[in-house]
Nanobody, 124 residues
């Protein structure tokens, strides 16, 4: 089993920045690909970014490319999401997810483990 705990959400004005963090435990961290998804009210949970377990390569949804950066710290067992130039449409609950698979894992069903989510609200 893998436990994921997110932190760092909050309220920010449009154009501002936030950094989300996800701490993982319960399994060797380097065997996991780690991702961020988000879910806005009334919408389905959508892919945001993933960092692969082997190469450390990252992949992004088009909506956040150039504004968000995902990174992993294998020494601290954490994955971060640096969010810049935030927009009101980025408002959502953000979830950390983990999978033992590798690659550009953009599909929600691939992920076996999920955190409880952290709220990000961007005011206009």
């Amino acid at each position: 089993q893998v436990q994921l705990v997110e932190s760092g959400g909050g309220l920010v004005q449009a154009g501002g920045s936030l950094t989300l963090s996800c701490a993982a435990s319960g399994r060797t961290f380097t065997t996991l690909s780690l991702a961020w998804f988000r879910q806005a009210p009334g919408k389905e949970r959508e892919f945001v970014a993933v960092v692969s377990r082997s190469s450390g390569n990252s992949y992004y949804a088009d909506s956040v490319k150039g504004r968000f950066t995902i990174s992993r710290d294998n020494a601290k067992n954490t994955v971060n999401l640096q969010m810049n130039s935030l927009k009101p449409e980025d408002t959502a609950v953000y979830y950390c997810a983990a999978s033992s698979r590798d690659g550009a894992l953009t599909q929600r069903g691939i992920y076996d483990y999920w955190g409880q989510g952290t709220q990000v609200t961007v005011s206009s």
